[in-house]
C-alpha cells in the first residue's frame, strides 16, 4: 500500500505540472489584467502604470512568467493579492477552514441520508418506500442549488425568522453563544448541499445495492442461516459501496465547484466567494492558486478511492 501511494504522488507530479502550465496560459491569454482600472484613471500617470507592470513582469513573455510563478510557489510564494493586498496563500489559508467545514459536514449528512435510505428501498423494491424514496430523491437531483438556497432564505430566514441568512465571520459574540451563532448560520448552506447531493447517492446505492443482493454468495450466506440485516451490512453492502465510493470520490472536486454558487447565496466566506471576487476584480494570482487548489483535490480524492477500495474490496491488491 505504502509503495503503491507513493508511486501515485510522484506520478502526480507532472499531471500537476501540466494542468498548471495549461491554467497559467489560459489565465494569461484572457483579456484584462488586475491594473485595468488604472489604465482608465486619469488621474494616474502612465509611467506608474508602466512601472508596476514592469515591476510585477506583466510584460514579460507568458513562459517566463510562468516559471518565475512555479519556482516561487515551489518556495511557498503564491503571490500578491492585488484586490485584497494581502499574500495569496495567507488569504487562501483564511477562507479554507469555512469551506472544508461546509462541505464536510455537508457530505457526511448526504452520506448518512442516503446509505440508509438506499439499502432500505433496495431491499424493498417497488414498494410505497421505494416509491417515494425515488420521487424525492429525483425532486431534489432535479433543482438547482441556487433555487433550493433561496426556497430555504425564503421559509426559515424570512417567514419563520428562525436562521440567518447571511453568514457572518464577525461574530462578537464569546464561549457557547459564539459555537451557536456559528452552529446556526451554518445549517442552510450545510443543508443545501446535503440534500443535493444526498438526492444523487440514494438512486446509486439503490442501484448498487439491487445489483449485489441478486448475487450467488447472498444467497449462500442466507442459506447458511444468516439474518436478513446481517447478510446486507456484512456482506452486501460492503460490495455495493465499491461503485459508490468511486462516484463520491470524482464528484468531491465537482461539489467544491457547486459550493461556489451555494457560499455566494448565503454569504459564507470561503474559498468559492473568494474566486468570484478575484474574476470580477481580475487578480490573477487569486484565481491560478484557488484553480490550482482545486486540480490538487481532484488528484487527492482520485488517490483517496482507490486506496478505499482495498478497504472495502480485499480482492484488490496494489502493485
Not at 122 to 145: C, E, K, W
Not at 204 to 217: I, K
Amino acid at each position: 500500500m505504502t509503495k503503491y501511494v507513493i508511486r501515485r504522488l510522484l506520478i502526480a507530479i507532472p499531471s500537476l505540472l501540466g494542468i498548471s502550465l495549461i491554467l497559467f496560459t489560459v489565465l494569461a491569454l484572457a483579456p484584462g489584467d488586475p491594473f485595468e482600472e488604472l489604465a482608465t484613471n486619469p488621474n494616474v500617470p502612465m509611467e506608474v502604470r508602466e512601472n508596476l507592470r514592469k515591476q510585477f513582469g506583466l510584460d514579460d513573455p507568458v513562459m517566463v512568467r510562468y516559471v518565475r510563478w512555479f519556482k516561487s510557489m515551489v518556495k511557498g510564494d503564491w503571490g500578491f493579492s492585488f484586490a485584497s493586498r494581502v499574500d495569496v496563500d495567507k488569504l487562501i489559508l483564511q477562507r479554507v477552514p469555512v469551506t472544508l467545514f461546509v462541505i464536510g459536514s455537508s457530505q457526511i449528512i448526504a452520506l448518512l441520508i442516503a446509505i440508509p435510505i438506499g439499502v432500505f428501498a433496495a431491499t424493498r423494491p417497488y414498494s410505497i418506500f421505494d416509491q417515494v424514496a425515488n420521487t424525492f430523491a429525483f425532486i431534489g437531483f432535479s433543482l438547482p442549488t441556487f433555487f433550493t438556497g433561496l426556497l430555504f432564505i425564503l421559509l426559515f430566514s424570512i417567514k419563520l425568522d428562525w436562521l440567518p441568512f447571511v453568514y457572518r465571520a464577525d461574530i462578537s459574540e464569546t464561549g457557547f453563544a459564539w459555537w451557536w451563532t456559528h452552529f446556526k448560520q451554518s445549517i442552510m448552506p450545510i443543508m443545501v448541499l446535503a440534500l443535493f447531493q444526498a438526492a444523487s447517492w440514494t438512486r446509486y446505492v439503490r442501484s448498487a445495492v439491487l445489483d449485489v443482493v441478486r448475487l450467488d454468495y447472498v444467497t449462500t450466506a442466507r442459506a447458511k442461516g444468516l439474518n436478513e440485516r446481517s447478510v446486507i451490512v456484512k456482506h452486501a453492502l460492503r460490495n455495493a459501496l465499491i461503485p459508490v465510493v468511486t462516484l463520491v470520490a470524482l464528484q468531491m472536486p465537482a461539489i467544491f465547484g457547486g459550493a461556489i454558487v451555494t457560499e455566494q447565496i448565503f454569504r459564507v466566506p470561503g474559498i468559492g466567494s473568494l474566486l468570484i471576487s478575484a474574476i470580477l476584480a481580475n487578480d490573477t494570482p487569486v484565481i491560478m492558486a484557488v484553480t490550482f487548489v482545486f486540480a490538487c483535490l481532484v488528484i487527492l480524492f482520485n488517490l483517496l478511492a482507490d486506496v478505499l477500495y482495498g478497504w472495502l474490496d480485499p480482492r484488490i491488491s496494489y502493485r
